[in-house]
T-cell receptor, first 113, second 112 residues
Framework: GENVEQHPSTLSVQEGDSAVIKCTYS??????FPWYKQELGKRPQLIID?????GEKKDQRIAVTLNKTAKHFSLHITETQPEDSAVYFC????????????FGDGTTLTVKP | DTAVSQTPKYLVTQMGNDKSIKCEQN?????MYWYKQDSKKFLKIMFS???????INETVPNRFSPKSPDKAHLNLHINSLELGDSAVYFC???????????FGSGTRLTVV
């Protein structure tokens, strides 16, 4: 089955700096890669996603890149703010009704004011 | 008009008891899931239903039994609760797995 590895497990940055979280996946048939943000005590929420026919996607201060050959994808957050502090999860799925999203183990991002 | 609603939000119970968690979604999604989030924050899938049919059962003990009366509802019944069952259980829904999940607010289960 699919295996998703996520690094780093914890990340601390100064406000205004950039943060990068990286994930690798094992199943070359995976074609959908969402990212979720989970604030303390809250539910995970989808913040951005990318499909295998796209190399990069951007939404304001967040962007995701995908390298299908190397089977890795990354989340980039620019100009970090304290409210970006949360646990971030990457996931990979095959995008079929018989599949599921396999989640990485999460990255705890702390943005220091 | 919550999209995915779970009840109860908190559940404290003694070992050996039986409990249920209910989930409902009003998004018209065809796929629903149960995920377990342990103390280390790992999200592990337990079950997945597509149009009321079980499609994924990830080596979960038989004490856990999901039920989907229709595609908008997915309930989880747990028999003979154990200390190790303590976790946050999230229900989620999606339109297949080609789209992101919408999670419920979670049920924090504490077994004492």
């Amino acid at each position: 089955g699919e295996n998703v590895e996520q690094h780093p497990s914890t990340l601390s940055v100064q406000e205004g700096d950039s943060a990068v979280i990286k994930c690798t996946y094992s199943d070359s048939a995976s074609n959908y890669f969402p990212w979720y943000k989970q604030e303390l005590g809250k539910r995970p929420q989808l913040i951005i996603d990318i499909r295998s026919n796209v190399g990069e996607k951007k939404d304001q201060r967040i962007a995701v890149t995908l390298n299908k050959t190397a089977k890795h994808f990354s989340l980039h957050i620019t100009e970090t703010q304290p409210e970006d502090s949360a646990v971030y999860f990457c996931a990979a799925s095959k995008g079929t009704n018989a599949g599921k999203s396999t989640f990485g183990d999460g990255t705890t991002l702390t943005v220091k004011p | 008009d919550t999209a995915v609603s779970q009840t109860p939000k908190y559940l404290v119970t003694q070992m050996g008891n039986d409990k249920s968690i209910k989930c409902e979604q009003n998004l018209g999604h065809d796929t629903m899931y149960w995920y377990k989030q342990d103390s280390k924050k790992f999200l592990k899938i337990m079950f997945s239903y597509n149009n009321k049919e079980l499609i994924i059962n990830e080596t979960v003990p038989n004490r856990f039994s999901p039920k989907s009366p229709d595609k908008a509802h997915l309930n989880l019944h747990i028999n003979s609760l154990e200390l190790g069952d303590s976790a946050v259980y999230f229900c989620a829904s999606s339109q297949g797995t080609a789209y992101g999940y919408t999670f419920g607010s979670g049920t924090r289960l504490t077994v004492v």
